[in-house]
């Protein structure tokens, strides 16, 4: 039982080159989500999937795409990346539990840097 | 707005208690969570409390909520130097079926001996 996995674990990239970050979740959670890193700033959220075939925005969304393939996968896409976009990269997934909440559980994180 | 504040630095010495706050905006919030990130690692998920509860006690964890204040505190018991790491608290927001997380900006605990 791994929880939840995300590759690369670090990554360098040139401005305006594309890559995609890859997670999956061995929990059968239905909610999986994406959140950036940034020094002072806590997590900030990108993108969510509440269901298999759904995705949608949180609140830093610009540059970035998401595909959820499917219950296990939630992939992160940067089609032309900007040093803006130097940042730790986490995916986390999460359940309705009996008590009614969403613990959700993280990736050990892709720390990307653009130059 | 949604909003979550922690100071940034707290320094303890090993075996005193540690107290993180935590001040939050949204009082629609159902759960609170207090997360602790390691060096290079992820967030693991510490302990959480419902917003009808006051108080959770887990282990040398008490988590404290005054609801009224929106203020949130984590207490770790006999701190040991294992506990040096940054931590979260973070508020959570109903969305259609599921919830989404605003985090506050970590408090970095350092423990001496």
């Known amino acids: 039982n791994a929880g939840v996995t995300q590759t690369p674990k670090f990554q360098v990239l040139k401005t305006g080159q594309s890559m995609t970050l890859q997670c999956a979740q061995d929990?059968?959670?239905?909610?999986m989500y994406w959140y950036r890193q940034d020094p002072g700033m806590g997590l900030r959220l990108i993108y969510y999937s509440a269901s298999e075939g759904t995705t949608d925005k949180g609140e830093v969304p610009n540059g970035y795409n998401v595909s959820r393939l499917n219950k296990r996968e939630f992939s992160l896409r940067l089609e032309s990346a900007a040093p803006s976009q130097t940042s730790v990269y986490f995916c986390?997934?999460?359940?309705?539990?009996?008590?009614?909440?969403?613990?959700?559980?993280f990736g050990p994180g892709t720390r990307l840097t653009v130059t | 707005g949604e909003d979550v504040e922690q100071s940034l630095f707290l320094s303890v010495r090993e075996g005193d208690s540690s107290v993180i706050n935590c001040t939050y905006t949204?009082?629609?919030?159902?759960?609170l969570y207090w997360y602790k990130q390691e060096p290079g690692a992820g967030l693991q998920l510490l302990t959480y409390?419902?917003?009808?509860?006051d108080m959770k006690q887990d282990q040398r964890l008490t988590v404290l909520l005054n609801k009224k204040d929106k203020h949130l505190s984590l207490r770790i018991a006999d701190t040991q130097t294992g506990d040096s790491a940054i931590y979260f608290c973070?508020?959570?927001?109903?969305?259609?079926?599921?919830?989404?997380?605003?985090f506050g900006t970590g408090t970095r605990l350092q423990v001496f001996p």
């Open positions: 949204d009082s629609s919030s159902t759960y």
């Open positions: 929990m059968n959670h239905n909610s």
């Open positions: 986390a997934s999460s359940d309705r539990t009996g008590a009614g909440s969403y613990e959700q559980y």
């Open positions: 973070a508020e959570s927001i109903g969305l259609r079926n599921t919830d989404k997380l605003i």
């Open positions: 409390i419902f917003s009808n509860m």
